[in-house]
Structure formats: C-alpha cells, structure tokens
C-alpha cells in the first residue's frame, strides 16, 4: 500500500530552523491539514513534501522510497498548487490550463485535452470563463483557474497552499467536493489553511507543536 510519510524532519530556512521532529503519514484516501502561525513553516512543509528542497534532516517518503533520490520520478505523482497564481494574462483561460496540462500529460488527441480543461472548469464552477483572457480574472477566479489544474491530468498526491484564499462560499464547497472525490478514488491530500478546511476525517498538524530547542538556539 502506497504511503507518503515524514520521519524526524527538520527545517532550515533563513539562517534559522523553522522545524523540527516533525512526523506524518498519509494513507491512500488521507488527508492532513497543516495549521500554525505565520512563519511556523506551512509553505516550506509543502515544499518539502513536493520535492522543491530538502530537509536539513530527517526522510520524507513516497512508498518507504525517499523523495530525495528521484525528485523527478516523485513530482509525477503529485500536483503542487502554492500561494501565487500564475495565469498568463494573454491566455484565454481554457489556454492556461491546456498549457499546464500539456506540461503532465500527453493526451492521444487534442481533443482529449480540451475535454479534461472543460470538465476541470465546470467543477470549479469556471467553465463560463473559458474564453476570457486571463488578465480580466479577478483573484478568486485566477483561483480557480490555478486550482483546477489538479483535475487535468491525475496524481495520487495534492498538496495545496492555502487554496481558499479569495474564494467565495460556493466556490470553497466546490473544492470540497473536488477533493472528496479524489480521496475517494484513493487519492491523498494535504493542505495548509488558516480557514476550516471541509475534509472530513483529516488528521490536523500543528506546527507550533515542532517550534523546539533548536529553534530557541538558533534564533
């Protein structure tokens, strides 16, 4: 059974540890949801967890496989959303998420594509947007537009950095109902939120609780 673990993580960022002693596991159909102050390391926790640099120690794991060997071979199994939304303003929306897409998949027809980016867009509740240049979104659709990269091409794993940010209520519910199905299908998700996240049966993080000794020295 796949499981996507961290054993004994420390942080170092900024001449500082961020965290340490920091542990996890993920089961397929998982979720965590990461909590803690400004600064106590939720965006650098995902990082980490998505290959984009490396604990100062300890194992973060895909399969009892360190990511750390393969960063690559990892990044296939995994869609990463972090806190900018970039929308490239001369791109229709429809345009944006095909170009993401294409970077994942190589769809047997273009045809192909097109249908994941309309059905992707109409869970968002974006698909009326299609045609708009991405200059004209407003934070909250360039939300959406970001988000519903997670649905063009699949990955077992979704790590997301605050995605309710400058969503409405009706648009938060649509996530929650995109990440129900991906957990249903045995997909596994970990998102940072300050906000109360709909996930039911998430297993809560804290990372104040890992603000340690060698945090006090350091700083």
Not at 13 to 26: Q, S, T
Request: charged share 20%.
């Amino acid at each position: 059974m796949t499981r996507f673990t961290g054993t004994d993580v420390v942080c170092f960022r900024a001449e500082r540890i961020v965290f340490e002693g920091l542990n996890f596991a993920l089961e397929p159909g998982g979720a965590l949801i990461l909590r803690g102050a400004n600064g106590s390391g939720k965006s650098s926790l995902l990082r980490l967890m998505a290959g984009l640099g490396r604990p100062l120690s300890g194992t973060i794991a895909w399969h009892e496989a360190d990511i750390a060997d393969d960063p690559e071979a990892h990044n296939r199994h995994l869609h990463y959303v972090g806190h900018a939304d970039p929308v490239k303003p001369v791109l229709t929306v429809a345009e944006n998420l095909a170009f993401w897409a294409a970077l994942r998949v190589q769809a047997d027809t273009a045809g192909g594509t097109a249908g994941a980016v309309a059905e992707a867009l109409e869970r968002l509740g974006i698909g009326h947007l299609a045609s708009v240049p991405g200059r004209f979104l407003s934070a909250g659709q360039k939300r959406r537009v970001n988000l519903a990269r997670v649905l063009t091409a699949k990955a077992d794993l979704w790590l997301l950095d605050e995605p309710q940010t400058a969503l409405d209520s009706q648009a938060v519910k649509s996530l929650d109902a995109v990440i129900a199905d991906h957990r249903r299908d045995g997909g596994m998700v970990v998102v940072s939120s300050h906000a109360e996240a709909g996930l039911k049966d998430a297993v809560t993080l804290d990372l104040g609780d890992f603000q340690g000794q060698l945090s006090e020295t350091a700083s």
